[in-house]
């Protein structure tokens, strides 16, 4: 791995790496290239809305979204096969401002309880973004979301759920993908969703296949993934 740690140190100042990935990588990345004093660009968001800007021709050196889909771009030859690598499963989770006491969502009736208990609920995109799809059903699956429905607050990512949580008043809840809650300040873990009610998803990363540096690209994904970041991941909220 010092290779490719090297190989990134001598890109400093030179590359400017730009990814499209899904919004649950975006604390990790951040970290992992301000500790190499990599420059690193790009768009973060909604799975969905990230796909989208791929069909749309959006540049990129490196593409970080579900194992599912990098698998199809690989057998599209969108990605470099050789170059996928995990980063880890993300659980699908439930959070509060920092200065909030942190319900129990370990149940289903403490969830359901925690919902209907917030006057305000924020999430993700229950189109396109990962998290916010499988929130939408699990509403509908407690059977909740009339009572619920005027209080629901979406927003085009996690990313910008969280933050709109952290600056709400009154009585609010989010949920999102753990890494999201992790990252951003003024809101805290609660917990992932309970049993039965839970999604835990796995992320990848991959080198585009038309990256201007290939190198670079697939050094700084080598550092993402690799074993030396393996604290770092589980910290960010990576299983």
Partial sequence: MGAHREDLRR????????????GAAQGLVDEIARELDIAVGGTFGAVGAMLERLDAGEPADIVILTRAQIDKLAAQSRVVARSVADLGHVATAVGVRITDPAPDVSTEAGLR?????????????????????HFAKVIDRLGIRAEIEKRLRTHPNGATAMRALADAGGRPIGCTQATEILATPGVRLAGP??????????????????????KAASAFVQQLTGAQARQRRTAAGFR
């Avoid at 890109?11 to 899904?22: M, N, Y």
């Fill in 11 to 22: 890109a400093a100042g030179q590359v400017r790496l730009r990814l499209v990935s899904a």
């Fill in 193 to 214: 969703l309970p049993r039965g009610y839970e999604l835990e998803t796995l992320y990848t990363a991959a080198v585009h296949a038309h990256a201007a540096d290939r």
């Fill in 113 to 133: 309880a925690a919902l209907l208990a917030a006057d305000a609920i924020h999430f993700p995109d229950p189109g396109r973004a990962t998290a916010g799809i």
